[in-house]
């Protein structure tokens, strides 16, 4: 059981956008704590590609955005494309428990 | 750019202790601003957040495994490991090191490409 909840699966059709949220508490994103948000292959690792709740690192392309909203945060992707499909993290830190915590992760499926 | 390589064993018995190596490459640990962290994924795609050193030695660790494991500097600049105690089958996982920024509102970046373990007789 994961202290961040996503939903385990979402599906869009190419050029569609979907969203996955990412559903905490008041002791990781409603205190305030940064969500950052990572993209997983199948066989490697995650990488990041939302930072600071909204942040894009550099070569991550625009399709991608983040937002947070009092204990949730969400990722969007627009334009969807073929090469999107992937597993997505959150992770935040949670005061309670005095470490960093990720979501289940959603698995992607580009119809 | 800074990368991360992980080794270990691949093969542990239950009830072993555990190590890993993570060796950066492009980068040191002396870096100022970041944390060196150990991040495992279970077979089941979860991540966990093991344990973090920073260069000047302050560690902190997940509290649901802080009695079995334990961080630590390399004999360089380049190197940190990883020991678990006493692991079990719920040990088996894929293991990864990242870089990550210092302070509680930190993320991490980048990942080593991770090493695979198997707890089993």
């Known amino acids: 059981q994961s202290v961040l909840t996503q939903p385990p699966s979402v599906a869009g059709a190419p050029g569609q956008r979907v969203t996955i949220s990412c559903t905490g508490s008041s002791s990781n994103i409603g205190a305030d704590y940064d969500v950052h948000w990572y993209q997983q292959f199948s066989g490697t690792a995650p990488k990041l590609l939302i930072s600071s709740d909204s942040n894009r690192p550099s070569g991550v392309p625009d399709r991608f955005s983040g937002s947070k909203s009092d204990t949730s945060a969400s990722l969007a992707i627009t334009g969807l494309q073929a090469q999107d499909e992937a597993v997505y993290y959150c992770q935040s830190y949670d005061t309670i428990l005095s470490a960093w915590v990720f979501g289940g992760g959603t698995k992607l499926t580009v119809l | 750019q800074v990368q991360l390589q992980e080794s270990g064993p691949g093969l542990v018995k239950p009830s072993q202790t555990l190590s890993l190596t993570c060796t950066i490459s492009?980068?040191?640990?002396?870096?100022?601003?970041?944390?060196w962290n150990w991040i495992r994924q279970h077979p089941g795609g979860g991540l966990e957040w093991i344990a973090y050193?920073?260069?000047?030695?302050?560690?902190h660790y997940n509290p649901s495994l802080k009695s079995r494991a334990s961080i630590s500097l390399g004999t360089s600049d380049y190197v940190f490991s990883l020991t678990m105690t006493s692991v079990t089958a719920a040990d088996t996982g894929m293991y990864f090191c990242a870089r990550g920024l210092a302070g509680t509102y930190g993320w991490f970046d980048p990942w080593g490409e991770g090493t695979p373990v198997i707890v089993s007789s």
């Open positions: 050193i920073h260069y000047s030695g302050t560690t």
């Open positions: 492009g980068g040191s640990i002396t870096t100022g601003g970041y944390y």
